[in-house]
C-alpha cells in the first residue's frame, strides 16, 4: 500500500508491543498484498498461532498509510453480540448522542474515511462480526477491514489467510549449521523467551538436537512455545523435553501423528495447569469471569474463600505470573492482570466443569455492584475524574456483570441496581445507547413494581431525553411517577421531575421547563441530594437566562458553583460554567464568558467530554462573531461541524438560534468566499487542534497554513515533557488528563513530525530551545 499524503490527523490506537515479534516476514508480506487487492481480510487459524500478533504487527507497518488511522477492536471481552456496533463506535471515538441505531451512525461516520479497521477474535461472535464487516465495506468505499478469528467470516469478497505455525526443524535440520538452526523461527522464539527467564540461554551444539525435537512437538504454535519456554526457569530444556513427549504420548497412544495443533496447544495449556499448585489452579478458573482484566483488589474479592484466603491471593498472583498463565501490565497508577484468551476460556471450561461456575460469576457480579455503588458515592466530590478513569477500565468486567444478570433467573434487580448506579457514567462516557439498551432490557425482562425499578426508569427517561426521544421517555416517566406514588419515594418523584423539566427545555417550552425544574430542586434539597441539586440549579438557571431573567439566573449560577467548587467537582461545574458563560456574554461582558467557556473545556479534558467541549467551542464561535472576528467564529463552526454530525445534529434545541445568528453574522462579515474558505479550514481541524484553536485568542500565520509539522500549543507542551523522559502516564499526571488523551497527543506529534520514536521528539525538542 502506498503512503498518504494528507494534512489530517493519522490516528494510531494500537497497544504497545509488550515482547519481541519474532518471523513471520513472508505472512506480513502476504498480509499486506491482500489489504492492498481487497477490502476484508481474515487472518484464521487455531488459538495461540499468533494471528493476533500478526494482525497489530501488519497494522503497525500500515499505520502511515491510512489517512485516519488504524483502529484496533478488541473484541475478546465482549459476550454480547448486541453491542458489537457499540464498541466499535466507542473504539473510533464516536460520541453520538441521537437514537438513530449504531450502525446506522457507524456507517455515516466511517463513509468517506479511509482507515483499517483491525477486528482481533471474532470466533465467538462470528455472525455479528460477520453482519457488521459487510454493512461497514459496503458503506465505506475506502474503508479496509483486518479480522482473526478461528474460522472465516463468510462474508463476500472476504480474502482469508491461513496463519500458518512457525517455520520449525524438520527431521533434515542436522543438515544444518547450528547457526542456521537459531535462524527458524520456532527455534529463535523459543531462544529469545527462554532467556528471559534464564540469562544466557543459547542454542548451541550441545543442545541443538534437544531444541530441534522440542519446536517440533511444540508444532511451531508461538503461545504452546512461549508456555514451554517458561518452564526452563525450573528445568533444562532435556528434561522439559522428556515431559512433554511423555504427555504428548499418553494422549495420542503412541501415534504422534494423531496429534492435530489443537490437542498440541490443549496439552500444553493442561501440562501447565497440572504444574500449578492446587491454589493456584482454583485461582486460574476463577479469574476466568474476569473480562478485560483486573487489579489485585478484585481478584481478593471475587477469587477468596472455599480454600483460598484474601492473604494468599497475592502470592498465587505472582505464582501465575511467574508460569505465564497470567499477564502483568502497568495501567494508569495501578498494576492490573490478564489472562491471554486461550488461557482465559481454558480456565473458564475447567470452572464450568467444577459446577461452580454461577457462583464465581455471582461473586463477580457482586464485586461490580460494590464498585459502581461507591463510584456512585464518590461521584460527587474530589475523586470524581480518579472514579470516571476507573469505571471505563473496568467496562469490560461491567458488560460482564450485566450480561450474567440479564442470562441468569433472579438476577434482574442487581443488574437494575448496577446500570442505575451508572447513570453519570453512561452519560459522561457518552454510551446513552448502551445505558438504555441495558436498562431497557432488564426492565422488559421483569416488570414487578419496585423502588428500584422507578430509578431505573427514571434515569432510561434521562437517556431517552438526551437523545431527543420525548414520546419513550413519557411513558417510562409515567410509570416512574406512579411507583414513586406507591412507594411514597420523594426521590424519585423528584428526578421524575428533573427529567421531565430537562425535556421541556430541550423542547423549548421554557415556562413549563420552569415550574418542572423548580419542583425538582425543591425535591431534592427535601431529600438532600446534592447531585440532584447542582443538576436541577443548571437548568433552573438556563431556564430564567433564556426567560430573560438575568437577576435570577445569574443567583442560580453561582450557587451551583459555589456547592460544586466546595466539593472540588469537575462534570457539574463544566456544565453550569457553560451556560453561565453565555449568560455573561448576552451581558455585554465578552471577556469574562470567553474564560469562563475555556475554564468548562480544561474541566472537561479528563473525560474526553467531546459534546461538552463542542458545545463550549460553539458559545466561543458566537462570542467571537459578536466581537467582529467573523473569520475565528467561522473557522470554529467548520471544526464543529464534523462532531455535530456524528451526534446527529448541533446543540441542545433551545439553543439553536444562537447558532444561526452565529453563523449569519460570520458570513456578512466575512463574505460568501472568504466565510466557506474559513469554515474550510476549520473542517480540517483535528480534535485537539480544533481545541487548542478555541483555547487562544488568535490562530498564528503558521497555524493558518497548517504546515504539517506545526505542533499546537499543548502539543509543545508534552513534547517538552517527552523530552524530558516522561512517560505517558507521568504526563498524564502532570497536565491532569486522561493517560488516554496523552497518549493521543504522543501519536499525533510523531505522526506530525514524521517520527517513529520519542527518542525523535526529544531531539527534535532540543533543536527548538
Known sequence: ????????????????????????????????????????????????????????????????????GVWLVELAALENPE????????????????????????????????????????????????????????????????????????????????????????????????????????????????????????????NRETVARLCRGLDGIPLAIELAAVRLRAISVDQLLTRLEDRFRLLTVGSRAALPRQQTLRALIDWSYTLCTEHERLLWERLSVFTGGLDLEAAEQVCTGDGITPEEIAGLMIGLVDKSILVREEHDSSVRYRLLETIRQYGRDRLRESGRETEVRRRHRDWCQDLVLRAQHGWYGPDQVAWFARLRTEHGNLRTALDFCLSTPGEIEPGLVIATALRYYWIAAGSLHEGRNRLGHLLAIDTEPTPTRARALCLNARLAVLQSDFAVAAVMLDEARELGRRFDDPAVMAGAAYVSGLAALVRRDLTGALTLLGEALEGHRRTDDPMGIVNSLIYLATAHSLLGDSEEAVALFEECLTICEAQREHWFRSYALWMFGIEVWRQGDTRRGVEMERQAMRLKEPFDDRLGQALC???????????????????????????????????????????????????????????????????????????????????????RSREPSQLTRREMEIARLVAEGMSNKEIAAALVIAQRTAEGHVEHILSKLGFNSRVQIAAWVGGQD
Open 1 to 68: 500500500m502506498t503512503e498518504v499524503a494528507s494534512n489530517s490527523a493519522r490516528t494510531s490506537r494500537l497497544p504497545a508491543e509488550l515482547t519481541s515479534f519474532v518471523g513471520r516476514r513472508h505472512e506480513t508480506a502476504e498480509v499486506k498484498r491482500l489489504l492492498a487487492d481487497s477490502r476484508l481480510v481474515t487472518l484464521v487459524g487455531v488459538g495461540g498461532v499468533g494471528k493476533t500478533r500478526l494482525a497489530l504487527r501488519v497494522a503497525v507497518d500500515l499505520r502511515r498509510a491510512f489517512r485516519d
Open 83 to 206: 453491542l458489537l456496533p457499540q464498541m466499535v463506535a466507542e473504539t473510533l471515538d464516536i460520541h453520538d448522542r441521537s437514537v438513530r441505531p449504531t450502525m446506522e451512525v457507524l456507517t455515516d461516520h466511517l463513509r468517506d474515511k479511509q482507515l483499517l479497521l483491525v477486528l482481533d477474535n471474532c470466533e465467538h461472535l462470528l455472525d455479528a462480526s460477520a453482519v457488521l464487516a459487510e454493512i461497514l465495506v459496503r458503506a465505506a468505499p475506502e474503508l479496509r477491514i483486518l479480522a482473526t478469528s478461528r474460522q472465516a467470516l463468510g462474508v463476500p469478497g472476504e480474502q482469508t489467510m491461513p496463519v500458518p505455525a512457525l517455520p520449525m526443524p524438520d527431521r533434515e535440520s542436522a543438515m544444518l549449521s547450528t547457526d542456521a538452526l537459531a535462524q527458524l523461527d520456532a527455534v529463535r522464539l523459543l531462544a529469545e523467551r527462554a532467556k528471559a527467564v534464564l540469562p544466557g540461554f543459547a542454542v548451541t551444539d550441545a
Open 617 to 703: 467551542t460553539e458559545a466561543l464561535a458566537w462570542m467571537a462573531a459578536g466581537s467582529g472576528d467573523g473569520e475565528r467564529a467561522a473557522v470554529l463552526l467548520g471544526a464543529l461541524r464534523e462532531i455535530w454530525r456524528s451526534f446527529g445534529g448541533p446543540l441542545f434545541g433551545y439553543l439553536g438560534g444562537y447558532h444561526d445568528e452565529c453563523e449569519t453574522a460570520a458570513r456578512e462579515m466575512l463574505g460568501d468566499r472568504r466565510f466557506d474558505a474559513a469554515i474550510q479550514r476549520g473542517t480540517g481541524l483535528t480534535h485537539e487542534e480544533a481545541f487548542e484553536c478555541a483555547m487562544v485568542d488568535r490562530m498564528s500565520d503558521q497555524r
